[in-house]
Protein backbone atom coordinates (compact mmCIF):
# COMPACT_ATOMS: atom_id res chain seq x y z
CA UNK A 1 0.00 0.00 0.00
CA UNK A 2 2.99 2.23 0.78
CA UNK A 3 4.48 1.51 -2.93
CA UNK A 4 0.77 3.24 -4.03
CA UNK A 5 0.68 6.06 -1.90
CA UNK A 6 3.64 7.41 -3.62
CA UNK A 7 2.29 7.62 -6.71
CA UNK A 8 -0.80 9.00 -5.46
CA UNK A 9 1.06 11.72 -3.87
CA UNK A 10 2.82 12.97 -6.46
CA UNK A 11 1.65 16.06 -8.14
CA UNK A 12 0.71 16.11 -11.74
CA UNK A 13 3.52 17.53 -13.69
CA UNK A 14 1.99 20.40 -16.33
CA UNK A 15 3.39 21.45 -19.65
CA UNK A 16 3.17 24.82 -19.60
CA UNK A 17 6.23 25.45 -17.69
CA UNK A 18 7.92 28.84 -18.62
CA UNK A 19 11.56 27.80 -17.27
CA UNK A 20 10.99 24.80 -19.93
CA UNK A 21 11.93 25.35 -23.29
CA UNK A 22 10.13 21.99 -24.33
CA UNK A 23 7.79 21.93 -27.23
CA UNK A 24 3.84 21.32 -26.01
CA UNK A 25 2.35 18.05 -25.84
CA UNK A 26 0.61 16.46 -28.91
CA UNK A 27 -2.68 15.84 -26.75
CA UNK A 28 -2.80 20.20 -26.56
CA UNK A 29 -2.05 20.74 -30.00
CA UNK A 30 -4.00 18.11 -32.52
CA UNK A 31 -8.07 17.87 -32.44
CA UNK A 32 -9.53 14.68 -31.31
CA UNK A 33 -10.22 12.24 -34.27
CA UNK A 34 -13.57 11.34 -35.06
CA UNK A 35 -15.27 8.44 -36.08
CA UNK A 36 -16.28 9.07 -40.19
CA UNK A 37 -18.88 6.06 -40.04
CA UNK A 38 -20.50 4.75 -36.84
CA UNK A 39 -22.11 1.93 -38.77
CA UNK A 40 -17.93 -0.09 -39.29
CA UNK A 41 -15.83 -1.59 -36.94
CA UNK A 42 -12.42 -0.28 -36.45
CA UNK A 43 -11.61 -3.54 -34.10
CA UNK A 44 -9.88 -5.74 -36.57
CA UNK A 45 -11.55 -8.47 -34.08
CA UNK A 46 -14.89 -7.10 -34.89
CA UNK A 47 -14.57 -6.61 -38.27
CA UNK A 48 -13.77 -10.02 -39.42
CA UNK A 49 -16.37 -11.74 -37.27
CA UNK A 50 -18.67 -9.08 -38.93
CA UNK A 51 -17.19 -9.89 -42.77
CA UNK A 52 -17.07 -13.95 -41.74
CA UNK A 53 -20.71 -13.76 -40.15
CA UNK A 54 -22.27 -11.93 -42.68
CA UNK A 55 -25.81 -12.77 -44.22
CA UNK A 56 -25.94 -13.64 -48.38
CA UNK A 57 -27.33 -10.67 -48.56
CA UNK A 58 -24.45 -9.21 -47.74
CA UNK A 59 -22.33 -10.61 -48.90
CA UNK A 60 -23.90 -10.25 -52.73
CA UNK A 61 -22.27 -6.67 -52.35
CA UNK A 62 -18.54 -7.69 -50.85
CA UNK A 63 -18.77 -9.70 -53.38
CA UNK A 64 -18.53 -6.83 -56.20
CA UNK A 65 -16.20 -6.93 -58.94
CA UNK A 66 -14.47 -3.86 -60.64
CA UNK A 67 -15.81 -3.03 -64.69
CA UNK A 68 -13.87 -3.17 -67.76
CA UNK A 69 -13.04 0.71 -69.37
CA UNK A 70 -15.41 0.28 -71.74
CA UNK A 71 -18.58 -0.54 -69.49
CA UNK A 72 -17.09 1.95 -66.49
CA UNK A 73 -17.58 4.86 -69.47
CA UNK A 74 -20.87 3.55 -70.54
CA UNK A 75 -22.52 3.03 -67.70
CA UNK A 76 -20.87 5.21 -64.93
CA UNK A 77 -19.99 2.92 -62.49
CA UNK A 78 -17.10 1.31 -61.29
CA UNK A 79 -17.89 -2.02 -59.63
CA UNK A 80 -21.20 -4.14 -59.19
CA UNK A 81 -22.35 -7.43 -57.44
CA UNK A 82 -20.67 -10.13 -59.69
CA UNK A 83 -23.57 -12.09 -61.01
CA UNK A 84 -24.11 -15.75 -63.06
CA UNK A 85 -23.70 -15.58 -66.82
CA UNK A 86 -21.47 -12.42 -66.47
CA UNK A 87 -18.16 -12.43 -68.85
CA UNK A 88 -15.19 -11.48 -67.14
CA UNK A 89 -11.68 -11.72 -67.38
CA UNK A 90 -9.12 -12.57 -64.76
CA UNK A 91 -7.10 -10.32 -63.26
CA UNK A 92 -4.73 -11.53 -60.75
CA UNK A 93 -3.07 -14.98 -59.80
CA UNK A 94 -2.07 -18.10 -61.86
CA UNK A 95 -5.31 -18.12 -64.13
CA UNK A 96 -4.45 -14.40 -65.11
CA UNK A 97 -5.56 -13.60 -68.67
CA UNK A 98 -8.29 -16.30 -68.61
CA UNK A 99 -11.62 -15.19 -70.34
CA UNK A 100 -15.29 -17.00 -69.63
CA UNK A 101 -19.06 -16.47 -68.50
CA UNK A 102 -19.42 -16.96 -64.80
CA UNK A 103 -20.92 -20.28 -64.03
CA UNK A 104 -21.86 -19.84 -60.06
CA UNK A 105 -21.59 -17.69 -57.28
CA UNK A 106 -20.51 -19.63 -54.14
CA UNK A 107 -21.24 -16.37 -51.42
CA UNK A 108 -20.47 -19.06 -48.41
CA UNK A 109 -17.09 -19.38 -49.78
CA UNK A 110 -16.47 -15.85 -51.34
CA UNK A 111 -15.47 -16.92 -54.54
CA UNK A 112 -16.84 -17.20 -58.29
CA UNK A 113 -16.25 -20.18 -60.33
CA UNK A 114 -15.49 -19.29 -63.78
CA UNK A 115 -16.09 -21.38 -67.46
CA UNK A 116 -13.08 -23.42 -68.36
CA UNK A 117 -11.20 -22.63 -65.40
CA UNK A 118 -10.79 -25.87 -63.30
CA UNK A 119 -8.11 -28.68 -62.57
CA UNK A 120 -8.34 -32.00 -62.27
CA UNK A 121 -8.69 -34.65 -59.47
CA UNK A 122 -6.35 -37.44 -59.15
CA UNK A 123 -9.47 -39.59 -60.09
CA UNK A 124 -9.76 -37.93 -63.34
CA UNK A 125 -12.74 -35.59 -62.19
CA UNK A 126 -12.43 -31.86 -63.08
CA UNK A 127 -13.26 -29.48 -60.41
CA UNK A 128 -13.57 -26.01 -60.69
CA UNK A 129 -11.08 -22.98 -58.67
CA UNK A 130 -12.87 -20.52 -56.73
CA UNK A 131 -11.72 -16.85 -57.73
CA UNK A 132 -12.33 -14.12 -55.57
CA UNK A 133 -14.33 -11.24 -57.48
CA UNK A 134 -12.25 -8.69 -56.85
CA UNK A 135 -9.73 -10.23 -59.13
CA UNK A 136 -11.85 -10.22 -61.95
CA UNK A 137 -12.72 -7.68 -64.03
CA UNK A 138 -16.42 -7.81 -66.08
CA UNK A 139 -16.17 -7.56 -69.62
CA UNK A 140 -19.74 -8.04 -70.68
CA UNK A 141 -22.83 -7.53 -67.93
CA UNK A 142 -25.69 -9.83 -68.02
CA UNK A 143 -28.45 -7.19 -68.10
CA UNK A 144 -32.17 -6.92 -67.13
CA UNK A 145 -34.56 -4.86 -65.99
CA UNK A 146 -33.75 -4.84 -62.23
CA UNK A 147 -29.76 -4.70 -63.17
CA UNK A 148 -30.56 -2.10 -65.07
CA UNK A 149 -32.72 -0.08 -62.50
CA UNK A 150 -29.34 -0.92 -59.92
CA UNK A 151 -26.39 0.66 -62.62
CA UNK A 152 -29.14 3.80 -63.17
CA UNK A 153 -29.16 4.50 -59.04
CA UNK A 154 -25.45 3.79 -58.74
CA UNK A 155 -24.59 6.34 -61.50
CA UNK A 156 -27.46 9.00 -60.22
CA UNK A 157 -25.08 8.79 -57.00
CA UNK A 158 -22.01 9.05 -58.17
CA UNK A 159 -23.01 12.07 -60.35
CA UNK A 160 -24.55 13.88 -57.43
CA UNK A 161 -21.47 13.03 -55.11
CA UNK A 162 -19.57 14.68 -58.26
CA UNK A 163 -21.52 17.61 -58.29
CA UNK A 164 -21.35 17.73 -54.06
CA UNK A 165 -17.09 17.73 -54.20
CA UNK A 166 -16.92 20.06 -57.31
CA UNK A 167 -19.79 22.85 -55.02
CA UNK A 168 -17.04 22.19 -52.09
CA UNK A 169 -14.22 23.21 -54.49
CA UNK A 170 -15.74 26.43 -55.62
CA UNK A 171 -16.32 27.53 -51.71
Avoid: C, W
Amino acid sequence: LEKFEKFIQQPATTSDNDDDDSPPTPSSTTAKMTKINTQLHSSRRKSRKEHFQAPSSVRRVIMSAPLSKELREKHNVRAIPIRKDDEVVIKRGTNKGREGKVTSVYRLKYVIHVERVSREKTNGQSVPIGIAPSKVEITKLNLDKDRESIIERISKGREANKEKTQKRAQA
